[in-house]
């Protein structure tokens, strides 16, 4: 790709996605003074948030309306083109231009992917069966909620973030929910076991039926799908959903020869091995100083990728990243993790167990917070961001002591 710049700055920037990556991005260039022109380009009819999908969009509490990342006047304001609609096919560094599917091109002379990924299919005989749904589009989203109406036998495939969020409100919609998962509990790695037991039983609290099993293949016929298991079980259904992660389409990377590993590999200020392209969110894979390739899909990761590659392409250097946060709503309840809770490390918790509010802190042999994931305690993981991110060592008997304000904690 041609770079046509101003001292090094590139003028004319194409970014593939409007998600809340490539969102992010665009507004960060803008702040960080780029008056150069931004195409965004996006395959959606407009841009929109992902998590409400599987919470209040599937339960019918809010449109499209309620749910878009940008107002519609915010790309004029922004002196942003956006070319909804339409799909950037090639990237064609030697014209310094990205191609789109009605043969346009694009002026670039630094191009921002963010192209988030699709849901990964299930790998079984039948896996691809109509009345298989998976969930990443607003139009999944839409096709979804049409099947899930009361009494409809469903099953979802995949106890993780998404799966448990849909089974959730499956049940709330009045469907008979079953739920495969071959890991009990599944997301240990993410909130730690003792979280990931509590949330993972109040499936069955909520009157899901949880089976742990492998899903060995689907058979199909007469609008009902039967989904056997691993061990032989049948469970028939009106609707299987697959929420069994994502991958990322290459195409797109590969045809520019990007290096990708399902995803774009990105170095941590976002850039790829191409000097003028950039990746961030779902789509990047940021290698890190050990060398190893980190998956971050989630929204915050997103954001804050987007934002520090776009400060890369104006050669200016990132925020201090914040450690990875995410969060999840189901059965009434919101879920919030923040940092390392891997298996190791002292755990500390605030609450009592297998009650609410909790929250367990994920200490190393210095004290210094690693991670944090609580239910239904948002205050207590906003002062655990805080902690993480000023490398402190709290007193222990404190962040055990539910009597005492989070806020006492940062003041150590
Ligand atoms: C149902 C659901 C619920 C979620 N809930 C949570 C949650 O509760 N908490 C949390 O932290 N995270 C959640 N996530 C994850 C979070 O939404 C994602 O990490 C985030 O959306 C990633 O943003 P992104 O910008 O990288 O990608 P995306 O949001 O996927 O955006 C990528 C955009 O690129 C466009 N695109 C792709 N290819 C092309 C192309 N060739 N040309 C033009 N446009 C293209 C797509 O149309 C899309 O609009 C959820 C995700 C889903 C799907």
Redesign the pocket.
């Known amino acids: 790709m041609t770079v046509k710049s101003t001292g090094g700055v590139p003028d004319r920037i194409v970014v593939?996605?409007?998600?809340?990556?490539?969102?992010a991005a665009v507004e960060r260039l803008r702040s960080l003074g780029h008056s150069g022109k931004i195409t965004v380009?996006?395959?959606?009819e407009q841009?929109y948030?992902?998590?409400?999908?599987?919470?209040a969009f599937l339960l019918g509490e809010a449109g499209l309306e309620q749910i878009r990342l940008v107002p519609e006047s915010w790309f004029d304001e922004n002196d942003v083109e956006l070319r909804a609609r339409?799909?950037?096919?090639r990237l064609r560094p030697a014209e310094g231009s990205v191609e789109l599917?009605d043969g346009s091109h694009a002026p670039a002379d630094a191009v921002l992917l963010?192209?988030?990924?699709v849901p990964r299919p299930l790998p079984v005989p039948g896996g691809n069966l109509p009345g298989v749904h998976v969930?990443?589009?607003i139009e999944d989203?839409r096709g979804l909620r049409e099947a899930l109406v009361p009494g409809a036998g469903a099953v979802v495939i995949g106890g993780g973030?998404?799966g448990a969020?849909?089974a959730s409100s499956a049940v709330a919609l009045g469907c008979e929910v079953t739920l495969i998962e071959p890991v009990d509990p599944p997301l240990a790695a993410a909130v730690g076991t003792e979280i990931a037991t509590l949330l993972h039983r109040q499936h069955t609290q909520a009157g899901i039926r949880v089976v742990t099993d492998t899903v060995a293949r689907l058979e199909g016929g007469s609008g009902r799908l039967t989904v056997v298991t691993g061990t032989g079980k049948a469970f028939t259904a009106d609707v299987v959903v697959a929420g069994i992660g994502?991958t990322v389409?290459g195409d797109?990377a590969r045809t520019a020869g990007l290096d990708t590993a399902d995803g774009v590999i990105v170095d941590r200020f976002h850039r790829t091995s191409h000097p003028a392209v950039f990746a961030?969110?779902?789509?990047?894979r940021v290698c890190g100083p050990d060398g190893r390739l980190h998956r971050r899909?989630?929204?915050?990761?997103?954001q804050q990728?987007?934002r520090a590659a776009a400060a890369a392409m104006l050669g200016q250097p990132p925020a201090v990243p914040d450690p990875d946060?995410?969060?999840?709503?189901r059965h009434g309840v919101h879920v919030e993790s923040v940092g390392d809770l891997r298996g190791y490390g002292r755990h500390v918790r605030r609450g009592t167990s297998g009650s609410l509010p909790l929250t367990v802190f994920n200490l190393a042999d210095d004290g210094r917070v690693l991670g944090a994931a609580a239910v239904d305690d948002p205050r207590a993981i906003a002062a655990a961001r805080r902690l993480i991110g000023a490398g402190a060592a709290p007193d222990p008997d404190l962040l055990a002591d539910t009597s005492v304000n989070p806020r006492t904690w940062l003041r150590g």
Do not use: N
Request: negative net charge.
């Open positions: 593939v996605g409007a998600g809340v990556a490539g969102i380009i996006d395959a959606g841009p948030d992902r998590p409400p999908l599987s919470k339409r799909s950037a096919v599917d963010a192209t988030g990924g969930l990443r589009t989203a973030l998404i969020e849909v994502m389409p797109l961030a969110g779902d789509s990047a899909e989630h929204w915050q990761a997103a990728g987007g946060w995410f969060w999840s709503d």
